[in-house]
């Protein structure tokens, strides 16, 4: 054995502890890496107006992603929190007529018979309140570190970035050409999960939002997210929000307007995904079928929780990369 040599299995041990190590903050450092790559010609811009103070624009960079992405994001939490409490509230009714009419009803949330508030939990159960409160300081310190990964993950690969693949190219226990087309479709994955995916379903959302603003449907903005997160679902995403909606109004005696938002419906938000879709995939097409990324999504958040979302696609489409490396190598 030479002097620098390193038994392989000593080297498989310690990159799986250190995979490990990282695992609970992986999804933040993918979403750190995607969302750096979208923010590179805002800082290679700011750079050269800078004369190359390369830490400065990319500390100016991340602060302005900061600025619009963070009220987003408490925008978002406060609107799946309202989402949450109204499929909550349909799930109370026992009948398809009075959940359809509780959807487009101005009434207050029907509660489940033996509900129980959140102050009323935590008084009845005496010792079991101070590890309730843990529980929820303990998550809310989790997400507040997840963030401080991703800031600090995107300011980290503005500046090195770059030098850190080249590394990853050298060392990686396979080929360059490998390496890269692993890459490519790294990138491509997060682009088509940003653009063709969540940038389709965000405009059928605002757009169907703004219908049922209209229309003085209770709850829009929260009936508005779910469909733009239903709209992944092939053919009749859109559809399984809009359309209760259309039969409730009708059912409360609004029957032109129910008419109205399934001619709506039919035409304007379900055509938006054949017609944003298409120019929004330029941007980032992610080459999976949407099937497959839908079960992708619901399967890996079944087994990791809500970060399944990212993983799920991430891993089908390596997944397909990989069979397509080893056939081309197998032919060659």
Same mark, same amino acid.
């Given at each position: 054995m030479k002097d620098c040599e390193i038994p392989r299995a000593w080297v498989i041990v310690v990159v799986i502890a250190a995979g490990l190590l990282m695992a609970p903050f992986a999804g933040w450092i993918i979403l750190a890496v995607w969302l750096s790559g979208l923010a590179r010609p805002l800082h290679n811009r700011l750079t050269r107006r800078l004369r190359g103070h390369v830490h400065l624009a990319a500390a100016i960079t991340?602060?302005?992603?900061? %600025? +619009?992405?963070?009220?987003?994001?408490?925008?978002?939490?406060?609107l799946v929190v309202d989402a949450v409490a109204l499929v909550e509230k349909l799930l109370a009714s026992k009948q398809v007529h009075a959940v359809l009419i509780q %959807?487009? /009803?101005?009434?207050?949330?029907? *509660?489940?018979?033996? $509900?129980? /508030?959140l102050t009323q939990l935590v008084l009845s159960q005496g010792d079991r309140a101070w590890g309730i409160i843990k529980m929820v300081v303990a998550s809310a310190a989790q997400i507040l570190v997840g963030l401080v990964v991703l800031?600090?993950?995107?300011?980290?690969?503005?500046?090195?970035?770059?030098?850190?693949? *080249?590394?990853?190219?050298?060392?990686?226990?396979?080929?360059?050409?490998?390496?890269?087309?692993?890459?490519?479709?790294?990138?491509?994955?997060? $682009?088509?999960?940003?653009?063709?995916?969540a940038g389709a379903g965000l405009l059928q959302g605002i757009v169907a939002t703004i219908a049922f603003l209209v229309l003085?449907?209770?709850?829009?903005?929260?009936?508005?997210?779910?469909?733009? #997160?239903? /709209? #992944?679902?092939?053919?009749?995403?859109?559809?399984?929000?809009?359309?209760?909606?259309?039969?409730?109004l009708a059912l409360t005696g609004r029957v032109y307007e129910g008419v109205g938002l399934a001619i709506f419906g039919m035409t304007v938000i379900g055509s938006i995904d054949n017609l944003a879709r298409p120019w929004l995939t330029r941007r980032g097409k992610l080459q999976l079928p949407g099937f497959v990324v839908l079960v992708a999504m619901f399967g890996a958040v079944e087994l990791v929780g809500g970060w399944g979302i990212l993983f799920g696609p991430? +891993?089908?489409? %390596?997944?397909?990369?990989?069979l397509e490396v080893r056939r081309e190598a197998a032919t060659a």
């Open positions: 991340v602060c302005l992603m900061m %600025l +619009v992405f963070v009220p987003l994001g408490v925008v978002a939490a406060l %959807l487009v /009803s101005k009434d207050a949330p029907v *509660k489940p018979r033996g $509900h129980i /508030s800031v600090a993950g995107i300011y980290a690969m503005l500046i090195d970035g770059g030098r850190w693949y *080249k590394w990853i190219e050298q060392n990686a226990p396979m080929p360059q050409k490998a390496v890269r087309r692993f890459a490519e479709a790294f990138n491509e994955t997060g $682009h088509g999960l940003m653009f063709g995916i003085g449907v209770p709850q829009a903005f929260a009936l508005g997210l779910l469909t733009a #997160i239903l /709209s #992944i679902v092939p053919i009749v995403g859109t559809a399984l929000v809009w359309a209760p909606i259309a039969v409730g991430l +891993v089908v489409r %390596l997944a397909k990369e990989a």
